[in-house]
């Protein structure tokens, strides 16, 4: 079916030419009608939705709507939700229904969108293909055999199949940039601190930043108008202006410094998205840009870095889950002892005591210095890689995943090749910088997503450059068969 981007719906909302009501019915109509196969949505929220709705028309009525009153969208599971399930996609939030509001789905709520519903996920955020939800997993528009990305795949999987024309996202070493590419859609992960991040629940706090995927640079923009800012109430918010960032999108290209990191280009990228690559490349010295070729020498790092330091704070955060206080609790335990253990090891799925058992042993006495310690040196040499080439360059491009969307079961038996699906994406958030993906290809029939890396804070420009191609390409456009 043709799509409309929130751009065209703002439109049409603020025209009269459909109401918020009708538009959000529409939309739960496709949920009911595709998801049952694509398993995007923990939870759908229909009367939520259709309250929202009803009241974002009033507003829109009263003349008191802003940019995107009235616009269905949906919620990462990750984020809590008052008096809504918000499971993070695990048996051990299962029942937990959040008692207060993350502060980005307060935004969202304030700003008069419709809450559809919250997406499937990996467990706690834990994965590059979303088949660790204890809900399922979550199947690619494109091809329901292969995955959607993950760990935000089921946000990706939703707004691909337009069941959602938004949704949000959180990525830790590229759950927001990954599941983009491999679903063919756009999603963009701000410079750490610039979301708040509280009521998202925790997985890494060091590398966490929610996001926004959408159908276009366009509509991301929008969206983050609305998410980026700050929050006294997360510590590690950053106080800074927000620009309007649909503002600049119209800006030129000319001359600007694109960087192409060796790195980029290993032995381990699929050649045929190497080639859908350099084409969007091309694209952008047509459009004025010029291309410079710089290293990133400690990128080799990134990946046990981050397997150190992501489960190292992991096994931390998720210490509060204990049974005791909220959540899963095992049958009758015998004493407080057993209570913990059996409401953890029935609560938790593997990846996640994978990683709690990693991050302990990292963590421990006699094992810091050797681990912990030595992977936050490496994070400070990537981190320095970065900044010696933004000296040089306005942005950095490349592949987002060294191949496109994998089979359900592929990588599921083998954690290694699993975490190699964000070689390219992981050094980003060890360095704290914006990331998006946007499409640019197709490798037989499956979408291909380019990444763009941006300076601190320099969300507007990624928007810009991002903008600018997709005024040039059509890739952007395409909607799986089906749908
Ligand atoms: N795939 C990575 C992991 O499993 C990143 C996940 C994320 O960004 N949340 O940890």
Redesign the pocket.
């Known amino acids: 079916m043709d799509y409309k981007t929130i751009a065209q719906l703002k439109n049409d909302l603020h025209t009269k030419k459909i109401s918020s009501v009708e538009l959000t019915q529409s939309f739960l109509k496709r949920i009911k009608q595709y998801d049952k196969e694509l398993n995007s949505f923990i939870t759908v929220t229909e009367e939520v939705a259709l309250k929202n709705a009803a009241e974002a028309d009033v507003r829109i009525a009263k003349g008191t709507a802003v940019a995107l009153t009235g616009i269905p969208m949906a919620q990462k599971d990750i984020f809590c939700t008052t008096g809504i399930k918000t499971s993070c996609g695990s048996k051990i939030l299962d029942n937990f229904i959040s008692p207060y509001d993350a502060t980005s789905y307060k935004q969202f709520k304030d700003a008069g969108t419709v809450l559809l519903g919250k997406t499937n996920m990996?467990e706690f955020?834990?994965?590059?293909s979303n088949e660790t939800s204890y809900y399922g997993p979550v199947k690619n528009p494109w091809d329901l055999e292969r995955v959607p990305g993950?760990?935000s795949g089921g946000s990706a999987a939703a707004v691909a199949a337009y069941l959602t024309p938004a949704a949000t996202g959180?990525?830790?070493?590229?759950?927001i940039r990954?599941p983009a590419a491999l679903s063919g859609i756009t999603g963009i992960k701000p410079t750490y601190g610039r979301v708040s991040r509280y009521g998202m629940i925790a997985?890494a706090s060091s590398l966490d930043q929610g996001g926004v995927f959408a159908r276009s640079a366009e509509d991301t923009a929008l969206l983050l108008n609305v998410m980026a800012g700050f929050d006294e109430k997360d510590s590690t918010s950053i106080n800074k202006p927000v620009p309007d960032y649909t503002k600049t999108l119209n800006d030129s290209l000319e001359g600007l410094r694109i960087g192409l990191p060796k790195e980029y280009f290993d032995a381990g990228l699929d050649p045929e998205i190497e080639k859908a690559i350099q084409a969007a490349i091309k694209e952008y010295e047509k459009m004025g840009a010029k291309i410079i070729n710089i290293d990133l020498p400690n990128t080799g790092l990134s990946i046990p870095a981050y397997y150190v330091i992501?489960p190292a704070e992991c096994s931390s955060n998720l210490a509060r889950f204990d049974g005791v206080r909220y959540g899963y609790r095992c049958k009758d335990p015998v004493d407080l002892e057993d209570l913990y253990k059996r409401s953890r090891t029935e609560g938790f799925g593997s990846e996640v005591k994978r990683r709690i058992m990693i991050g302990t042993y990292a963590l421990s006495a006699g094992y810091y210095d050797a681990y912990y310690l030595k992977a936050q040196k490496a994070r400070c040499l990537i981190r320095d890689d970065f900044v010696e080439a933004f000296k040089k360059v306005d942005v950095i491009m490349g592949p987002t995943a060294p191949s496109p969307a994998f089979k359900i079961g592929e990588k599921s038996n083998d954690p290694i090749s699993m975490?190699l699906s964000?070689i390219y994406t992981i050094a980003v958030n060890l360095a704290g910088l914006p990331g998006m993906s946007i499409p640019a290809g197709f490798v037989n029939n499956l979408p291909v997503g380019l990444q763009l890396i941006g300076n601190y804070f320099e969300e507007a420009k990624l928007l810009t450059i991002a903008h600018q191609y997709q005024k040039n390409t059509n890739w952007h456009t395409m909607m799986p068969k089906g749908f």
């Open positions: 990996d955020a834990m994965g590059s993950g760990s959180t990525d830790t070493g590229g759950s990954q997985f992501a975490y964000d």
